[in-house]
C-alpha cells in the first residue's frame, strides 16, 4: 500500500491547474445510459473513481472510450446488454447507485446492489427510493438488491425531498428526463454538480427548469440524444489546495478557478486573514499575514459551507490564533481526522458533530493514517505545515478524488513524494 511522505515547513509559491471535478463526472457518466447515442465528456478527471464508474458502465454493456490519458471519456450505451449492477462494483463506491434512475427510465426495469455503509456516516438511499416510487416505479428490496420496474414507463410527478440530497437530487432528476409528463422537484440540491449534470441533459434534449435553485421542473421527452460537454471543475479540489498557501504561506495562483465555485470556503478564508483574487486564469490565494485567525464553520448544503472542505479547513484552523468551532451537520461521523491530526500536535476536542479547535503555534510530524478521502489530504496539508517529516499511510483513498497531488504541490515547492509499497 502507498504512502506519502511529506517535509513540511516551507512557503508555497506557484500555478496549480484545477481538474474537472470528480462528483460532477460520476453524475454525468451514468447520464450515458439514458441515450443510444454517445456522450462524450471533456476536462475529466484522471482518478480511480472515475476508472471504478467506468468499469460499471462496461459491466452494463456501455462502450467506455477514454482519450488523451483520461481527459476525454467517450461513452456509447447503444444497448444495455445486463440490468443489474453487482455488488462487487457497488461496495467499491457508493455513486454507483446513480445507475438506477437511468437505467430505469431507459429499460423499464433495473437491479442495483445497495452500498452498505461508510466511513463517514450510514448514507442510506431512502431518498433515491422514495423519489423513483413516487415517478411510479415499483420496488423490491432483495438480497442486498434493489429490484426496481417500471412496466409502463415512469410517469411525471410532483417530490418534495425532505431534506436535501445531492445523489438523490440527481437520480431523480435523471429518471425524470424520460418520464411521461411534468415532474417537480421540490428542495433539490443547488450544487455546481447538478447544475452541470442539468446542462449536460439539456444538452442530450431534456427539458429541464430550475437548475440551480431549489425547485427542479422537468418535461419528459421520448428520447435523449447523444452530446459533448466539459466537466466543471472541480470547487473541493479548489478549496483543498487554496488551503495549501494559507497552511504553508506563500501564494498560488488556480487557473480555472473561479470565486463563484467556492463561495461560502473563499469568505472563511478571507476572514481568517487569506486574500483571495480573481485574476485574467483564476484566482490568486496568498496568506500576507504570519498567521490566519480562529473562525466558526457550520457545514451546509450548497450555497453553505461545503462538509466535503471541512476535514481540510480543520487542518488549517489547528495553527490559527484562537479556538475556532467547526459544526458538521451533513454526516455523522465526519471527525475521524481529528484523532490523527492530534497525533501531530493538534489540540482539538470533539463531541458529537461540535469540533472545538484550538490552534497551537507549530504542528509537528508524526506517523499518521488516511481514513476517508478528504480525511487523508487534510493530513496532506497538515503534514505540509508540520515541522519534521510526516508519513501518510493509506493513500488509495487520495487517489480516488485527486489526480496527481504531489506533482502539484511539488510544482509549488511543496518536498512530497510517494513511496510505493
Ligand atoms: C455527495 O454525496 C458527494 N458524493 C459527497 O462527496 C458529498 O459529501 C455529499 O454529496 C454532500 O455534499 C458524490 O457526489 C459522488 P447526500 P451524496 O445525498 O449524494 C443523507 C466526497 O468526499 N441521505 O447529499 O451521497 C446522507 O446520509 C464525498 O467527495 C439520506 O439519509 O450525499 C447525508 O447525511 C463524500 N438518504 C445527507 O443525506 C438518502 O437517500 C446528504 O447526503 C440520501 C442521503
Known amino acids: 500500500m502507498d504512502s506519502i511522505l511529506v517535509t513540511g515547513n516551507s512557503a508555497l509559491n506557484g500555478v496549480i491547474p484545477v481538474a474537472g471535478s470528480k462528483n460532477a463526472c460520476l453524475t454525468l457518466m451514468p447520464a450515458t445510459l439514458l441515450s443510444e447515442e454517445p456522450l462524450t465528456l471533456t476536462n475529466a478527471p484522471q482518478l480511480s473513481d472515475i476508472r471504478t464508474m467506468g468499469a460499471l458502465l462496461e459491466s452494463l454493456g456501455t462502450e467506455v472510450n477514454s482519450l488523451q490519458g483520461g481527459k476525454v471519456i467517450v461513452l456509447d450505451t447503444r444497448a444495455i446488454s445486463t440490468h443489474t449492477a453487482d455488488y462487487d462494483i457497488v461496495r467499491k463506491m457508493r455513486a454507483s447507485i446513480?445507475?438506477?434512475?437511468?437505467?430505469?427510465?431507459?429499460?423499464?426495469?433495473?437491479?442495483?446492489?445497495?452500498?452498505?455503509?461508510?466511513?463517514?456516516?450510514?448514507?442510506?438511499?431512502?431518498?433515491?427510493?422514495?423519489?423513483?416510487?413516487?415517478?411510479?416505479?415499483?420496488?423490491?428490496?432483495?438480497?442486498?438488491?434493489?429490484?426496481?420496474?417500471?412496466?409502463?414507463?415512469?410517469?411525471?410527478?410532483?417530490?418534495?425531498?425532505?431534506?436535501?440530497?445531492?445523489?438523490?437530487?440527481?437520480?431523480?432528476?435523471?429518471?425524470?428526463t424520460l418520464a411521461k409528463g411534468t415532474t417537480v422537484l421540490k428542495n433539490a440540491a443547488r450544487e455546481p454538480e447538478i447544475v452541470d449534470l442539468a446542462e449536460c441533459l439539456i444538452k442530450m434534449g431534456a427539458q429541464i427548469e430550475g437548475h440551480g435553485t431549489s425547485m427542479l421542473t422537468i418535461q419528459g421527452v421520448d428520447s435523449l440524444q447523444g452530446a459533448t460537454h466539459p466537466v466543471v471543475p472541480d470547487r473541493i479540489e479548489l478549496g483543498t489546495y487554496m488551503l495549501a498557501p494559507a497552511i504553508c504561506g506563500g501564494k498560488i495562483n488556480f487557473t480555472g478557478g473561479c470565486r463563484a465555485l467556492v463561495g461560502a470556503f473563499a469568505d472563511k478564508l478571507e476572514e481568517v486573514g487569506i486574500s483571495i483574487e480573481e485574476s485574467n486564469t483564476g484566482l490568486?490565494?496568498?496568506?500576507?499575514?504570519?498567521?490566519?485567525?480562529?473562525?466558526?464553520?457550520?457545514?451546509?448544503?450548497?450555497?453553505?459551507?461545503?462538509?466535503?472542505?471541512?476535514?481540510?479547513?480543520?487542518?488549517?484552523?489547528?495553527?490559527?490564533?484562537?479556538?475556532?468551532?467547526?459544526?458538521?451537520?451533513?454526516?455523522?461521523?465526519?471527525?475521524?481526522h481529528a484523532p490523527e491530526l492530534m497525533r501531530m500536535g493538534a489540540q482539538i476536542d470533539v463531541s458529537g458533530g461540535t469540533a472545538k479547535v484550538t490552534g497551537v503555534d507549530q504542528l509537528k510530524s508524526a506517523p499518521v493514517m488516511a481514513t476517508d478521502l478528504r480525511a487523508s489530504v487534510s493530513l496532506i496539508l497538515a503534514a505540509l505545515a508540520a515541522e519534521g517529516e510526516t508519513v501518510v499511510s493509506r493513500v488509495y483513498h487520495l487517489d480516488r478524488g485527486y489526480e496527481r497531488v504531489e506533482e502539484k504541490l511539488s510544482a509549488c515547492g511543496a518536498r512530497i513524494e510517494r513511496i510505493s509499497g
Open 284 to 336: 490568486v490565494v496568498e496568506r500576507k499575514d504570519n498567521r490566519v485567525t480562529a473562525v466558526d464553520v457550520t457545514t451546509e448544503p450548497y450555497p453553505g459551507f461545503p462538509t466535503d472542505l471541512q476535514a481540510q479547513m480543520m487542518a488549517l484552523l489547528c495553527t490559527a490564533e484562537g479556538t475556532s468551532v467547526l459544526e458538521e451537520t451533513i454526516f455523522e461521523n465526519r471527525f475521524m
Open 98 to 176: 446513480l445507475v438506477l434512475g437511468p437505467m430505469l427510465a431507459r429499460g423499464g426495469h433495473a437491479v442495483v446492489s445497495l452500498p452498505g455503509g461508510c466511513a463517514i456516516g450510514a448514507r442510506p438511499v431512502d431518498l433515491h427510493l422514495r423519489g423513483l416510487e413516487v415517478l411510479g416505479a415499483e420496488l423490491d428490496l432483495r438480497d442486498g438488491y434493489v429490484h426496481a420496474k417500471a412496466s409502463g414507463g415512469l410517469k411525471g410527478a410532483t417530490f418534495e425531498f425532505p431534506f436535501v440530497s445531492v445523489g438523490a437530487t440527481e437520480n431523480v432528476l435523471m429518471a425524470a
